[in-house]
């Protein structure tokens, strides 16, 4: 059954495609989709996400930790969705996998609120595609925006994309915990990270770092979104004082790791508890990708 499926998909493997994740640049053709409804569990691809998720221990080892973060959630709603994301990273299982909790609306769900005001920080901006949402989320109406990218190719075509607006700073350089120069691995794709300094590989180079507390341009910000492949914690550790004085809306990546599925929301939660957390989930199964912590003030 499942081999004739992928014989007469396959067909439409060029011609009809899927936004996976909103819009976001990330497009599934059809006939994969149409693969994924026959599968009841993830085939584990080494390398990705799931399967690195799968082979760790630590979720198991911190139920404690889970539970007092599914706790944090604004409602059973999102409690439930966080759990039972917690699990699928376990098991692949697709009986596991929140479905009925995916959007589209990544980075922009309707509990953020966003007014005509915000000064939005967006790091990890690639090359603008979530600017670009912003924008259009906003109908153009906002106060500023600032943008953080490492990536020279990736920042080269932002400067394409958004050089030219009035409203936007673009910085060449990547949101951390402290200022100064660390090993990056410049892809000119959205795997682009930090890497080991002790065993750069691939396109290795030192890339600037930059805190958000110590940039002037970033005292007003209203809304911060982080996409930072693993470096999330350290961006958030660099935003401290921002956070704790203005008390932004946040949008920040999970899933890059287990630990990060816990502890992220564990810092925010420190530093700021009155923050009530949402979960967005913004890629469809088998996928564990694109899941999103929400934080705003009640």
């Not at 949402?133 to 080269?156: L, M, T, V």
Request: with cysteine.
């Amino acid at each position: 059954m499942i081999e004739k499926i992928f014989a007469v998909t396959t067909k439409f493997a060029h011609k009809y495609i899927l936004p996976a994740s909103g819009g976001e640049g990330w497009m599934i053709p059809i006939y994969q989709r149409i693969q994924w409804l026959t599968m009841s569990r993830a085939a584990i691809v080494p390398g990705t996400v799931l399967a690195a998720a799968m082979q760790s221990s630590f979720l198991k080892e911190n139920t404690g930790r889970i539970e007092r973060v599914a706790d944090m959630m604004a409602d059973e709603e999102n409690k439930n969705a966080y759990l039972a994301l917690i699990k699928y990273r376990q098991t692949g299982l697709k009986k596991d996998f929140p479905s009925k909790h995916y959007s589209t609306k990544k980075y922009f769900v309707k509990q953020l609120r966003l007014g005509q005001d915000e000064v939005f920080v967006d790091c990890g901006a690639f090359t603008g595609n979530t600017l670009s949402h912003f924008i259009k989320n906003r109908k153009g109406k906002y106060k500023a925006a600032i943008a953080f990218e490492p990536d020279p190719y990736s920042f080269q075509k932002l400067v394409k994309n958004h050089g030219g607006n009035p409203k936007i700073t673009l910085i060449n350089a990547g949101a951390y915990d402290r200022g100064g120069e660390i090993q990056f691995d410049a892809l000119g794709s959205i795997g682009s990270k930090i890497t080991d300094e002790s065993n750069p590989a691939g396109k290795s180079r030192s890339i600037q770092v930059k805190s958000i507390d110590s940039l002037d341009m970033c005292g007003e910000i209203t809304f911060i979104k982080m996409d930072v492949e693993g470096a999330e914690l350290n961006a958030l550790k660099g935003a401290k004082e921002t956070i704790l004085r203005n008390k932004p809306k946040l949008a920040i990546s999970l899933y890059h790791s287990n630990e990060d599925m816990v502890r992220l929301a564990e810092y925010i939660h420190e530093l700021v508890p009155e923050y009530k957390f949402y979960i967005g989930q913004h890629m469809l199964f088998p996928s564990c990708g694109e899941t999103v912590l929400y934080a705003v003030m009640p």
